[in-house]
T-cell receptor
Framework: GQSLEQPSEVTAVEGAIVQINCTYQ??????LSWYQQHDGGAPTFLSY????GLEETGRFSSFLSRSDSYGYLLLQELQMKDSASYFC?????????????FGGGTRVLVKP | ETGVTQTPRHLVMGMTNKKSLKCEQH?????MYWYKQSAKKPLELMFV???????ENNSVPSRFSPECPNSSHLFLHLHTLQPEDSALYLC??????????????FGPGTRLTVL
């Protein structure tokens, strides 16, 4: 089976940098995805890492270390609209298609 | 708008009722998913369909019955539910084995309350 661990909550101020860590245990691994979900909204895709290293997309970056079964999402220049829950998800190589197993989510609260 | 719609957005039902949730995707995807999201718990995958065929049933109780008549539509039929089934039910779609890996497109969800 798969299990993912991420912190439950992080609080930061506008303009700050937040790093959300995700560690995973899985019997097979294809890649690590990150999703954002605002209260009352649907999860939306942010990034996907299949290889080691850092992927940058605007203010958000995602990192993966396959040897450490570890990844993180970096939120830079935080804005109030970044207040949301962030989920890491593992794509399992044994599964058909794009099956994902999600972590419990990290609630990010951005304060003025 | 993600191209995935769900109806109804809110549903209140008694334990003896029968109701259905509907999901439709306008993205040309061939894989569709049902998830359950409860407070303080991870998103739980319930069912996966690839090209209308069910490829995953994550030990879901039989009171939840999925139906996928074509690659664009997915239903979740509900009967004799329990109060602990109250949750947000999310539908998602993806290109399956092709397309952007690790990316699924979610609908807005149906907030279900079982009395």
């Amino acid at each position: 089976g798969q299990s993912l661990e991420q912190p439950s909550e992080v609080t930061a101020v506008e303009g700050a940098i937040v790093q959300i860590n995700c560690t995973y245990q899985t019997s097979g691994f294809y890649g690590l995805s990150w999703y954002q979900q605002h209260d009352g909204g649907a999860p939306t895709f942010l990034s996907y890492n299949a290889l080691d290293g850092l992927e940058e997309t605007g203010r958000f970056s995602s990192f993966l270390s396959r040897s450490d079964s570890y990844g993180y999402l970096l939120l830079q220049e935080l804005q109030m609209k970044d207040s949301a829950s962030y989920f890491c998800a593992v794509r399992d190589w044994q599964a058909a298609g794009n099956k994902l197993t999600f972590g419990g989510g990290t609630r990010v609260l951005v304060k003025p | 708008e993600t191209g995935v719609t769900q109806t109804p957005r809110h549903l209140v039902m008694g334990m003896t009722n029968k109701k259905s949730l509907k999901c439709e995707q306008h993205l040309g995807h061939n894989a569709m998913y049902w998830y359950k999201q409860s407070a303080k718990k991870p998103l739980e995958l319930m069912f996966v369909y690839n090209f209308k065929e069910q490829t995953e049933n994550n030990s879901v109780p039989s009171r939840f019955s999925p139906e996928c008549p074509n690659s664009s539509h997915l239903f979740l039929h509900l009967h004799t539910l329990q109060p602990e089934d109250s949750a947000l039910y999310l539908c998602a779609s993806s290109l399956g084995t092709s397309g952007s890996p690790g990316e699924q497109f979610f609908g807005p969800g149906t907030r279900l309350t079982v009395l």
